[in-house]
């Protein structure tokens, strides 16, 4: 009996990173499938379950159940903590794990770390949102970074490793540190493009064709629709720094509609607001399948509330790298009560 009982691994960060270093195109690639797969009913991603502090308000643990089918078939778990002080204490605000689930037996495979398998995902759906929501339209040479943290940068990371040029970086942030951070980064990078830090909000939004929304704001701070006249795509990765008017006034994707329509995201204001879903154009799947077009002449909005599956997808594909790597660090004994009467 016990022979079928699988082993049990720790992953760490080092291994995560190693194993999705310099693969940008091929992550995105697995992250779109997976997200398509999702699209088509083959998972089960229930709601996130939000873990919240009467004595530490602005922290949050998030779990992310979820289950893939397709030929990953596994089960697992995300458990991602958000504490926004962390920053200013010298380490990063996110920290989180995954666990893996065997499809067979639901035995718990690996523990991995997942700050990174997290932000890759986050990333590797935006770089690909930003490619089929500016389809049609020019591509975006002026990119605007509103709010440069981790997150930003993955995603810049992400763009560039799929290809991405631009003439002109934007950055803008409230924390004069976070943006020499993220110029120094961008310097080290190699990108291509100016770069320019911009002090005004306004300034930034107006002077970029794709903006990237990853600040960690708790409510709309972007109030006026005026900024966007000249028809941006916006990536919202943050899901809470637009006002109701601006989406209003925009063509609204989201990656799945039950999950971003919940925790006071924009897109949950704006339902509250008008009682109803109507000013949603669809999901980034409804895109991808041909299902909603994109006008090239009017803002366009993408709301990822993020989807466990795709940890899953991304934390599997570590998993399977560093088994084939010879890398894995079994736990030895881990799962030590295997005789039911001993
Ligand atoms: N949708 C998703 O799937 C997904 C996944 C992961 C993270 N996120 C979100 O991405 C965001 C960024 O995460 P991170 O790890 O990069 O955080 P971070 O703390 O590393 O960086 C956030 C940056 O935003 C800046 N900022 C905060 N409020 C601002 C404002 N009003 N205007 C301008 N700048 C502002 C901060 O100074 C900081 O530099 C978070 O909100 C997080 O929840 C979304």
Not at 46 to 62: E, G, M, V
Not at 122 to 146: H, I, K, N
Not at 245 to 262: F, P, Q, R, T, Y
């Amino acid at each position: 009996m016990s022979a079928a009982v699988p082993a049990f691994a720790v992953i760490s960060g080092g291994q995560v990173a190693q194993a999705l270093r310099g693969r940008e195109r091929q992550i995105t690639e697995l992250v779109e499938a997976t997200y398509q797969l999702h699209c088509a009913g083959d998972s089960v991603n229930p709601p996130s379950y939000f873990l919240q502090f009467p004595d530490r308000p602005n922290a949050r643990i998030i779990a992310l159940p979820a289950s893939i089918g397709g030929s990953i078939r596994v089960d697992g778990l995300k458990w991602v903590s958000s504490f926004p002080d962390n920053v200013a204490n010298g380490i990063p605000r996110a920290s989180a794990v995954l666990i893996l689930n065997d499809h067979d037996t639901g035995y718990p495979l690996a523990c991995l770390e997942s700050s990174i398998i997290s932000a890759t995902r986050t990333a590797a759906l935006a770089a690909s949102a930003a490619g089929w929501l500016s389809r049609g339209r020019p591509r975006p040479a002026r990119v605007g970074f509103f709010g440069t943290g981790l997150i930003a940068r993955y995603i810049h990371t992400f763009l560039a490793g799929n290809g991405w040029t631009f003439d002109e970086i934007g950055v803008h942030d409230l924390s004069a540190d976070s943006m020499a951070g993220f110029r120094g980064y961008l310097e080290g990078s190699g990108a291509t493009g100016e770069i320019t830090c911009y002090d005004r909000a306004e300034d930034l939004i107006s002077a970029s064709d794709l903006v990237v929304f990853a600040t960690i704001a708790g409510q709309p701070h972007v109030t006026e629709p005026s900024w966007f006249k000249h028809n941006p795509v916006v990536l919202h990765v943050s899901l809470r720094d637009l006002a109701p008017e601006i989406l209003l006034e925009s063509v609204n994707l989201v990656d799945d509609v039950e999950h971003c329509l919940k925790a006071n995201t924009s897109p949950h204001l704006v339902e509250q607001v008008t009682g109803s879903r109507e000013f949603l154009a669809g999901t980034l799947g409804d895109v991808m399948a041909g299902r909603v077009s994109v006008p090239a002449d009017r803002t366009v909005v993408f709301s990822p509330f993020g989807l466990g599956v795709l940890d899953l997808a991304v934390g599997k594909h570590v998993y399977d790298e560093v088994t084939r790597a010879g890398d894995l660090n079994v736990v030895d004994d881990f799962f030590h009560e295997l005789r039911r009467y001993g």
